[in-house]
Each structure stands twice: as structure tokens, then as C-alpha cells.
């Protein structure tokens, strides 16, 4: 199995695994910004009827979210505890996931240009080599298929915001969620995008307001920021 995996990274989610689906724990964040992320992969791609690989899909939240708006998706992840928390979680939701213990990697060397849709959310900050899992999402995804990522910026605010800010001070993740030198710079990512053949065809920023406690999706892209690409026909 190709690999490209931080141990320490597997071990931290594996023991949250059991909380995933709670809404009031370290997992509050990806429930509050599901809808968004939902909304707009679905605007930009139309998920009704479409073939949709979650990469990285830990307990399955945009993953079944995906299959209720009317997808065939497949989620792969790396935690075997996350995965059966994911698959548990279908008897409870009555949707339909087919999940898979694997990289993206070895999937994408089964099963190149099987999906018109692959989606990749807030995992890239996650792995040592973050290019390698993108040239396995372009592998992945058919010619003029649509490919969705979501990560953090790698600068000073971003470190403030999203390091001390939401880890220490708001206490919205735990501590030692996110290792800052992990975090990949919009123009690094699109670096990667352009050299695995993928366009970039927007980017957006995702922000966290302290006071109205609302996720929104706008142009400031220095913390959290989302890229939409297009893989050429």
C-alpha cells in the first residue's frame, strides 16, 4: 500500500473516531461548515446522479451528505476506526456509501478516471507529501471532471486564527489539531494542481466569525480556503 501517511496523524483521529458524528464535540466545525462545502461542490457540479469519491472521508459527514443529495459515493480513508464509526453511522442514516480502507494513491492505481467527481476536505494539511495526493485526485477523476479541495493557508493570520485562535482561545478543535508547517499556501496548492493537469477554476476563502458563530464562504482566502479544479477533456 502506497502510504503517504503520518502515523501520529492516523493515531490522533482514530482515537476522536467514536465522536464523530457527535455534534457538539472536536468535531462541531465539519458539521457547521458541511452545508457550505455541500452547497458549493453541488453548484459548481451537480451531484445528483454522479459518481463521487470522498477522499479522506473520515466518519462519513460529507460522504453520506453527498449520497443524500443524490450520488453513487465511494469514501476512502486510512482509519480503520473512522471508516467503521463511518459505516455504523449508515444503519443509522439509511444512505448508501461504499467505503474502503486505502490511499488515495493505491485507489488511484485501481481506478483511474472512474469518477466524475473527488473530493479531498481539509485532509491535504494532514499528509507529508499533500502534491502526491493530488496527482492521485487528478488521476482519479474522468477527463472534464470536477475536483474539490479544501485546506489552510500557511501565514501569519493563518496561524493565529486557525492554530491559537480556534485550538486554544475559542477551543473549537483540541490542541495539536493542525501542525502549522503543514499548512499549504493557495499558490502551492495551484502549483500542484497545474502539475498533476488540473485547471484551477476558482478559489474561494471560508471564514469563522467569533461573534456570530456563521461560517461563510467569501474572498478572503488567508486562513481556510477551498479550490475547485477541472481536469482538461
Not at 41 to 46: P, S
Not at 111 to 130: K, N, R, W
Not at 204 to 221: A, C, F, H, I, K
Amino acid at each position: 500500500m502506497n502510504m503517504n501517511a503520518d502515523p501520529a496523524e492516523l493515531q490522533k483521529f482514530s482515537e476522536l473516531a467514536h465522536r464523530w458524528w457527535d455534534t457538539t464535540s472536536e468535531f462541531k466545525p465539519l458539521h457547521e461548515i458541511n452545508p457550505l462545502r455541500l452547497d458549493w461542490i453541488d453548484r459548481n457540479a451537480g451531484l445528483a446522479g454522479k459518481r463521487v469519491l470522498d477522499i479522506g472521508c473520515g466518519g462519513g459527514i460529507l460522504s453520506e451528505s453527498m449520497a443524500a443529495a443524490g450520488a453513487h459515493v465511494t469514501g476512502i480513508d486510512l482509519s480503520e476506526k473512522a471508516l467503521g464509526v463511518a459505516r455504523l453511522h449508515l444503519f443509522e442514516s439509511g444512505q448508501k456509501v461504499d467505503y474502503h480502507h486505502a490511499s488515495a494513491e493505491e485507489f488511484a492505481a485501481q481506478h483511474a478516471g472512474e469518477f466524475d467527481i473527488v473530493t479531498c476536505m481539509e485532509m491535504l494539511e494532514h499528509v507529508p507529501d499533500p502534491a502526491s495526493t493530488v496527482a492521485a485526485c487528478a488521476q482519479l477523476v474522468r477527463p472534464d471532471g470536477h475536483v474539490f479541495f479544501s485546506t489552510i493557508n500557511r501565514n501569519f493570520k493563518a496561524y493565529l486564527f486557525a492554530v491559537l485562535g480556534a485550538e486554544y482561545i475559542l477551543k473549537l478543535l483540541p490542541r495539536g489539531t493542525h501542525d502549522y508547517a503543514k499548512f499549504i499556501m493557495p499558490s502551492e496548492l495551484a502549483r500542484y494542481c497545474r502539475q498533476a493537469g488540473l485547471e484551477i477554476a476558482e478559489l474561494l476563502g471560508m471564514s469563522y466569525s467569533p461573534l456570530t458563530r456563521v461560517y461563510s464562504l467569501e474572498n478572503d482566502t488567508d486562513v481556510n480556503y477551498l479550490i475547485h479544479a477541472k481536469r482538461a477533456a
